[in-house]
């Protein structure tokens, strides 16, 4: 039988030099590039990316001088004395049997510290700080500094860069009329505002030689007001293939585009259109990129013609093993990243290392080591939650013999609900994921029936993973038909009115919120705005986002912003996506009571009376531990994990992770 992924795992020859195959790890600042240990873990995380068959690796940025570092202190590479932190990093990816392109990233306005410099000083609407304009004699610097930068990348040992051309940073700062207001030779015109990228990649071209890979990451679609029109781009394409480049990466969208590119909500392989679009205007290699997930997926890209590479970032935190599985035939075994953010570049942003939600051994491969148990012990994992499940797979793989209870006939606790939301389906891949590790490991699943404390009495270690239980406010009426519980209304055992109010804006409120409104007739790109025909700048159009079915009322007591505890990368997305639907948000409201003629509010002095049909609730959850005293009083040690232990939020990402230190630690 053929192979399922021909192109995907065709190499890619550029002439000086050859890449295994068609995948490029996209760039990730991790926070491991800053950290005093932080090059023998990187070299640990890229080589075991390199060991598991990447064609080409890419860093996350290094700024090519001070004024260029996203915040104070951050990495940059503009001396030799840089080179100790690098090396070990190349070495460990050669050893691999990898490449390493070292990705050379000057923020510009986006610079969080007082020295931001940028083409005008124009303020970004997502920064507090004005930015310093250049002058031409520093503008020659800057383009010196980038060179100079990828002169001492390949003294380091790398094998290319990648000149970060998108995102809204200081090279498209210069190619957009959005942020360059200049009138000298560096701005007014497309091809002066084009002349700092494409001087940028001749002189970096000059100073490295011919056998030395350049990616230039180019935005294609800004999604953001007088950003590039798409004459402009192809002409930048065309520019930079002639300025000595030998691969151009897709960007996709502005930090300031107030357009999701990257959250679970975007469909895979959204953006491979724009790619495409280019690929006739120009010779070199095009990578396609965002929402990239799986193999089939890029296959089926890359059959298609329009993309020569695809890069996936995030999939390489969940799974440093993707290519390996897919070019053995295991794809199933893929561990698939379900785009939540919450563990990477929510952790970024708060300048936190980053790591992986479905893979906690993402960035911590020098401390989290599963090693063969030195006894192996019979262990019982009660709960097939996230939690459970990780424990149990790990356990099992470190030689203990496990048997992993649940009352309900499949694995996934409250996962399944999460995959009925839409724009979460994804979260299905990691119960399939978790369903083949627990095989292999040879976990035995008892299903269906809730464990008592006897079918755990021969065991030598108990872990519950019992999970949560949601919680019932004491509100007068609580008990009136119209109330149901948010696990009733995702399962469909209750149909939602026409009419809804939402008790509890966190996460679950507004996953329900999401459920409510969603209306099956919507695009994703005409309902942001998005424009594949390119009729005005930055590719952005009137959005029309479809109709909601019901009209949805998301209630909090607490009187901060709606919203404000989601995650840092995605929560203005939500809750863009909920405005739009004409969803209403209150804050501050207390709950007097609830009867047939609906939910009777009060929000400081004013009182009034939501006229709903169906009220849900969505207001917290307690941990669940039926088992617990039981257990205890027959004098057996049980370890708590996941929500059984604490339940403040549904938090999948620190009960996988303590699931897997549990189980590490046994
Ligand atoms: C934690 C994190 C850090 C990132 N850092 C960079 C970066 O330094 N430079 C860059 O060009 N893109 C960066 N990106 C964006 C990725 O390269 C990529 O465009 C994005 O994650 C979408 O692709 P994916 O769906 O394959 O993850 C980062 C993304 C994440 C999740
Ligand atoms: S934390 Fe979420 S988005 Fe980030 S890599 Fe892991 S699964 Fe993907």
Request: hydrophobic share 45%.
């Amino acid at each position: 039988m053929s192979h399922p992924f021909p192109h995907l795992l065709a190499p890619l020859d550029l002439g000086f030099t050859k890449l295994a195959n068609r995948v490029l790890m996209g760039s990730m600042h991790t926070g491991l590039e800053e950290m005093p240990d932080g090059p023998a873990k990187m070299a640990a995380f890229y080589r075991a990316r390199a060991e598991g068959g990447v064609g080409l690796i890419v860093t996350g940025g290094i700024s090519p001088n001070r004024a260029g570092c996203l915040v104070k202190g951050a990495a940059r590479l503009d001396d030799e004395k840089h080179l100790d932190r690098h090396r070990p990093v190349t070495e460990a990816v050669h050893a691999g049997g990898g490449k390493i392109a070292l990705q050379i990233l000057h923020a510009g306005r986006y610079s969080a510290h007082p020295d931001a410099v940028a083409p005008s000083p124009i303020r970004a609407p997502i920064s507090p700080i004005t930015p310093r304009e250049l002058a031409h004699e520093e503008i020659l610097a800057t383009i010196e500094d980038y060179a100079r930068c990828a002169e001492l990348a390949k003294l380091a040992g790398y094998d290319g860069v990648e000149v970060m051309g998108s995102e809204g940073y200081l090279i498209n700062q210069f190619v957009a009329p959005r942020t360059n207001h200049r009138e000298d030779q560096w701005g007014g015109s497309a091809k002066n505002r084009a002349r700092f990228p494409v001087e940028i990649v001749k002189a970096i071209r000059d100073k490295v030689g011919a056998d030395f890979i350049i990616i230039f990451r180019l935005s294609m679609l800004d999604l953001v007001d007088e950003g590039s029109d798409w004459p402009e781009i192809v002409a930048l394409a065309k520019q930079v293939q002639q300025a000595g480049a030998s691969i151009i990466n897709t960007g996709i969208g502005w930090h300031e585009a107030r357009i999701p590119t990257i959250a679970t909500m975007v469909p895979g392989g959204a953006f491979a259109w724009v790619t495409a679009k280019l690929k006739p205007e120009v010779s070199i290699p095009l990578v396609a990129t965002n929402r990239i997930n799986d193999p089939a997926q890029a296959e089926a890209i890359l059959a298609a013609g329009g993309a020569d590479m695809v890069s996936m970032a995030r999939p390489f935190l969940a799974d440093a093993e993707l290519v390996k599985k897919a070019a053995e035939d295991r794809a199933g075994e893929i561990n698939t990243c379900i785009a939540c953010n919450q563990a990477c570049l929510d952790h970024v942003f708060a300048g936190q290392m980053a790591s992986c939600l479905v893979n906690p051994y993402a960035c911590r491969e020098t401390e989290m080591v599963a090693r063969p148990a030195a006894a192996a012990k019979s262990v019982a994992v009660v709960g097939a939650g996230p939690a459970g499940l990780a424990c149990a797979a790990t356990l099992a793989e470190r030689g203990h013999k496990v048997t992993l209870f649940d009352q309900h006939e499949t694995i996934g606790g409250q996962f399944n609900l999460a995959k009925k939301i839409p724009g979460k389906e994804v979260f299905g891949e990691t119960l399939r994921y978790f369903a083949s590790r627990l095989a292999k490991a040879g976990v035995t699943l008892k299903l269906g029936a809730l464990a008592s404390a006897k079918d755990l009495a021969g065991f030598d270690q108990v872990i519950l993973a019992t999970g949560i239980s949601p919680r019932t406010p004491e509100i007068p009426g609580i008990d009136h038909p119209k109330v149901a519980r948010y696990i009733e209304i995702i399962e469909g055992k209750v149909t939602a009115g026409a009419n809804v109010a939402i008790i509890g804006a966190g996460g679950i409120g507004f996953d329900v919120a999401e459920f409510l409104t969603h209306a099956h007739d919507g695009d994703y790109a005409g309902g942001w705005g998005i424009d594949p025909s390119y009729r005005h700048r930055g590719g952005l159009t009137m959005p029309l986002p479809p109709r909601s079915p019901r009209a949805v009322t998301l209630l909090q007591r607490k009187n901060s912003k709606v919203g404000g505890g989601l995650g840092l990368t995605t929560g203005w997305a939500k809750r863009a996506l909920l405005i739009q639907r004409g969803v209403r948000m209150l804050a501050g409201v207390d709950y007097e009571k609830i009867d047939d003629q609906g939910l009777h509010i009060r929000m400081g002095e004013e009182r009034q009376i939501l006229p709903v049909d169906t009220i849900v609730i969505c207001a917290g959850q307690e941990p669940r531990r039926d088992l617990l005293a039981v257990l205890e009083a027959a004098g057996r040690t049980v370890t708590l994990i996941g929500g059984a232990d604490v339940a403040t939020e549904l938090d999948a990402k620190r009960a996988i992770l303590q699931g897997t230190e549990v189980a590490l630690a046994l």
